[in-house]
T-cell receptor, first 114, second 112 residues
Protein backbone atom coordinates (compact mmCIF):
# COMPACT_ATOMS: atom_id res chain seq x y z
CA UNK A 1 0.00 0.00 0.00
CA UNK A 2 1.09 3.53 -0.66
CA UNK A 3 1.65 5.96 2.17
CA UNK A 4 2.59 9.60 2.48
CA UNK A 5 4.09 11.04 5.65
CA UNK A 6 4.35 14.73 6.44
CA UNK A 7 6.04 15.05 9.81
CA UNK A 8 5.69 18.81 10.29
CA UNK A 9 2.20 19.75 11.47
CA UNK A 10 3.15 23.43 11.42
CA UNK A 11 5.99 25.62 10.22
CA UNK A 12 6.87 29.28 10.55
CA UNK A 13 9.04 31.21 8.11
CA UNK A 14 10.10 34.81 7.85
CA UNK A 15 8.94 36.68 4.78
CA UNK A 16 11.50 36.52 1.91
CA UNK A 17 13.21 33.48 3.41
CA UNK A 18 13.17 30.00 1.84
CA UNK A 19 11.37 27.11 3.53
CA UNK A 20 11.37 23.35 3.04
CA UNK A 21 8.30 21.24 3.71
CA UNK A 22 9.07 17.58 4.25
CA UNK A 23 7.37 14.65 2.57
CA UNK A 24 8.35 11.00 2.64
CA UNK A 25 6.54 8.26 0.81
CA UNK A 26 6.33 4.52 0.76
CA UNK A 27 5.51 2.38 -2.24
CA UNK A 28 6.63 -0.83 -3.87
CA UNK A 29 5.68 0.36 -7.36
CA UNK A 30 8.58 1.51 -9.56
CA UNK A 31 6.27 3.93 -11.40
CA UNK A 32 4.56 6.66 -9.42
CA UNK A 33 3.87 10.36 -9.35
CA UNK A 34 4.28 12.86 -6.55
CA UNK A 35 2.22 16.04 -6.20
CA UNK A 36 2.09 19.06 -3.95
CA UNK A 37 -1.10 21.03 -3.36
CA UNK A 38 -1.72 24.27 -1.48
CA UNK A 39 -4.92 24.89 0.48
CA UNK A 40 -5.34 28.51 1.61
CA UNK A 41 -7.80 29.46 4.32
CA UNK A 42 -10.48 29.94 1.66
CA UNK A 43 -10.47 26.16 1.24
CA UNK A 44 -9.72 25.50 -2.41
CA UNK A 45 -7.03 23.02 -3.43
CA UNK A 46 -4.39 24.47 -5.73
CA UNK A 47 -2.00 22.25 -7.67
CA UNK A 48 1.61 23.40 -7.28
CA UNK A 49 4.09 20.92 -8.71
CA UNK A 50 4.49 17.36 -10.00
CA UNK A 51 7.41 14.90 -10.03
CA UNK A 52 7.38 11.59 -11.85
CA UNK A 53 9.39 8.70 -10.49
CA UNK A 54 11.39 8.42 -13.71
CA UNK A 55 12.06 12.13 -14.08
CA UNK A 56 15.79 12.75 -14.07
CA UNK A 57 15.62 16.33 -12.89
CA UNK A 58 13.89 17.90 -9.93
CA UNK A 59 10.67 19.68 -10.88
CA UNK A 60 10.48 23.46 -10.61
CA UNK A 61 7.56 25.86 -11.02
CA UNK A 62 8.39 29.47 -10.34
CA UNK A 63 9.22 29.82 -6.64
CA UNK A 64 8.40 26.17 -6.01
CA UNK A 65 10.85 23.34 -6.45
CA UNK A 66 10.68 19.72 -5.49
CA UNK A 67 13.75 18.16 -3.89
CA UNK A 68 13.30 14.57 -5.08
CA UNK A 69 15.56 12.00 -3.43
CA UNK A 70 14.40 8.67 -4.77
CA UNK A 71 16.70 6.46 -2.69
CA UNK A 72 15.49 8.12 0.48
CA UNK A 73 11.88 8.17 -0.77
CA UNK A 74 11.52 11.85 -0.05
CA UNK A 75 9.89 14.61 -2.08
CA UNK A 76 10.34 17.82 -0.15
CA UNK A 77 8.79 21.07 -1.36
CA UNK A 78 11.03 24.11 -1.33
CA UNK A 79 9.45 27.55 -1.47
CA UNK A 80 11.91 30.33 -2.17
CA UNK A 81 11.43 33.97 -1.16
CA UNK A 82 8.34 33.30 0.96
CA UNK A 83 5.44 35.72 0.70
CA UNK A 84 2.61 36.41 3.12
CA UNK A 85 0.25 34.84 0.60
CA UNK A 86 2.10 31.54 0.97
CA UNK A 87 0.49 31.04 4.38
CA UNK A 88 -1.66 27.93 3.88
CA UNK A 89 -1.90 24.19 4.36
CA UNK A 90 0.34 22.20 2.07
CA UNK A 91 -0.39 18.61 1.09
CA UNK A 92 1.93 16.09 -0.45
CA UNK A 93 0.21 13.38 -2.48
CA UNK A 94 1.18 10.31 -4.43
CA UNK A 95 -0.30 8.12 -7.10
CA UNK A 96 0.85 4.71 -8.25
CA UNK A 97 0.59 3.35 -11.78
CA UNK A 98 -2.68 3.11 -13.65
CA UNK A 99 -5.71 4.39 -11.81
CA UNK A 100 -4.69 3.75 -8.22
CA UNK A 101 -6.14 6.31 -5.81
CA UNK A 102 -4.32 9.54 -5.09
CA UNK A 103 -3.09 9.26 -1.51
CA UNK A 104 -2.57 12.42 0.54
CA UNK A 105 -0.46 13.20 3.56
CA UNK A 106 -2.02 14.93 6.56
CA UNK A 107 -0.58 18.28 5.58
CA UNK A 108 1.71 20.98 6.95
CA UNK A 109 0.39 24.38 7.96
CA UNK A 110 2.83 27.08 6.87
CA UNK A 111 2.69 30.52 8.42
CA UNK A 112 4.72 33.32 6.86
CA UNK A 113 5.66 36.10 9.27
CA UNK A 114 6.25 39.68 8.18
CA UNK B 1 -12.67 29.52 -17.92
CA UNK B 2 -11.53 25.97 -17.20
CA UNK B 3 -13.02 24.88 -13.93
CA UNK B 4 -14.63 22.27 -11.74
CA UNK B 5 -17.89 23.36 -10.15
CA UNK B 6 -19.71 21.84 -7.19
CA UNK B 7 -23.15 22.50 -5.80
CA UNK B 8 -24.18 23.21 -3.21
CA UNK B 9 -21.21 24.82 -1.51
CA UNK B 10 -22.76 24.49 1.92
CA UNK B 11 -25.43 22.05 3.10
CA UNK B 12 -26.94 21.30 6.47
CA UNK B 13 -29.24 18.29 6.54
CA UNK B 14 -30.67 15.68 8.88
CA UNK B 15 -29.85 12.04 9.31
CA UNK B 16 -31.42 9.81 6.67
CA UNK B 17 -32.49 12.47 4.18
CA UNK B 18 -31.09 11.58 0.78
CA UNK B 19 -28.91 14.21 -0.86
CA UNK B 20 -26.87 14.72 -4.00
CA UNK B 21 -23.82 16.91 -4.46
CA UNK B 22 -23.26 17.76 -8.09
CA UNK B 23 -19.88 18.08 -9.79
CA UNK B 24 -19.23 19.32 -13.30
CA UNK B 25 -16.05 20.01 -15.27
CA UNK B 26 -15.62 21.81 -18.58
CA UNK B 27 -12.14 20.57 -19.48
CA UNK B 28 -13.18 17.34 -21.23
CA UNK B 29 -11.31 15.36 -18.58
CA UNK B 30 -11.72 11.60 -18.54
CA UNK B 31 -10.85 11.08 -14.89
CA UNK B 32 -12.99 12.39 -12.05
CA UNK B 33 -12.98 11.64 -8.35
CA UNK B 34 -14.49 12.56 -4.99
CA UNK B 35 -12.61 13.17 -1.76
CA UNK B 36 -13.55 13.99 1.77
CA UNK B 37 -11.35 16.08 4.03
CA UNK B 38 -11.46 15.71 7.79
CA UNK B 39 -9.27 17.45 10.38
CA UNK B 40 -6.07 15.54 11.05
CA UNK B 41 -6.80 12.98 8.32
CA UNK B 42 -6.01 14.89 5.16
CA UNK B 43 -7.97 14.03 2.02
CA UNK B 44 -9.27 10.55 1.39
CA UNK B 45 -10.66 9.32 -1.89
CA UNK B 46 -14.27 8.13 -1.89
CA UNK B 47 -14.89 7.09 -5.50
CA UNK B 48 -13.32 7.72 -8.85
CA UNK B 49 -14.29 7.34 -12.50
CA UNK B 50 -11.97 6.69 -15.40
CA UNK B 51 -14.61 7.44 -18.03
CA UNK B 52 -18.33 7.43 -18.72
CA UNK B 53 -20.05 4.47 -17.06
CA UNK B 54 -16.79 3.40 -15.38
CA UNK B 55 -16.56 3.97 -11.64
CA UNK B 56 -14.59 2.36 -8.83
CA UNK B 57 -14.22 2.58 -5.08
CA UNK B 58 -11.56 4.65 -3.40
CA UNK B 59 -10.41 4.30 0.18
CA UNK B 60 -13.65 5.27 1.97
CA UNK B 61 -16.65 4.38 -0.23
CA UNK B 62 -19.06 3.21 2.47
CA UNK B 63 -22.28 5.21 2.57
CA UNK B 64 -21.75 6.87 -0.82
CA UNK B 65 -22.81 6.26 -4.40
CA UNK B 66 -21.71 7.85 -7.64
CA UNK B 67 -22.69 7.76 -11.29
CA UNK B 68 -21.02 8.88 -14.49
CA UNK B 69 -23.59 9.09 -17.25
CA UNK B 70 -21.94 12.02 -18.99
CA UNK B 71 -18.27 12.87 -19.26
CA UNK B 72 -18.61 16.26 -17.61
CA UNK B 73 -20.73 15.28 -14.59
CA UNK B 74 -19.96 13.10 -11.59
CA UNK B 75 -22.54 13.46 -8.81
CA UNK B 76 -22.01 12.15 -5.30
CA UNK B 77 -25.08 10.60 -3.69
CA UNK B 78 -25.66 10.00 -0.01
CA UNK B 79 -28.70 7.73 0.20
CA UNK B 80 -29.04 7.90 3.99
CA UNK B 81 -26.60 10.44 5.43
CA UNK B 82 -25.28 9.99 8.95
CA UNK B 83 -23.45 12.43 11.26
CA UNK B 84 -20.10 10.73 10.56
CA UNK B 85 -20.43 11.94 6.98
CA UNK B 86 -20.15 15.54 8.15
CA UNK B 87 -17.10 16.70 6.23
CA UNK B 88 -15.66 18.90 3.52
CA UNK B 89 -16.08 17.25 0.12
CA UNK B 90 -14.03 17.91 -2.98
CA UNK B 91 -14.61 16.85 -6.54
CA UNK B 92 -11.59 16.73 -8.84
CA UNK B 93 -10.85 15.97 -12.48
CA UNK B 94 -7.81 15.27 -14.62
CA UNK B 95 -6.90 14.23 -18.15
CA UNK B 96 -6.07 10.76 -16.94
CA UNK B 97 -5.40 8.99 -13.68
CA UNK B 98 -1.76 9.93 -13.45
CA UNK B 99 -2.07 13.61 -14.30
CA UNK B 100 -2.47 16.44 -11.82
CA UNK B 101 -6.02 16.82 -10.59
CA UNK B 102 -7.98 20.06 -10.64
CA UNK B 103 -10.23 20.50 -7.65
CA UNK B 104 -13.63 22.07 -7.25
CA UNK B 105 -14.22 24.69 -4.54
CA UNK B 106 -15.50 22.16 -2.00
CA UNK B 107 -18.86 21.40 -0.39
CA UNK B 108 -19.15 21.68 3.36
CA UNK B 109 -21.74 19.14 4.54
CA UNK B 110 -23.17 18.97 8.04
CA UNK B 111 -25.44 16.08 8.99
CA UNK B 112 -27.33 16.51 12.27
Amino acid sequence: AQKITQTQPGMFVQEKEAVTLDCTYDTSDPSYGLFWYKQPSSGEMIFLIYQGSYDQQNATEGRYSLNFQKARKSANLVISASQLGDSAMYFCAMRGPGNTPLVFGKGTRLSVIA
Amino acid sequence: EAQVTQNPRYLITVTGKKLTVTCSQNMNHEYMSWYRQDPGLGLRQIYYSMNVEVTDKGDVPEGYKVSRKEKRNFPLILESPSPNQTSLYFCASSLAGDYEQYFGPGTRLTVT
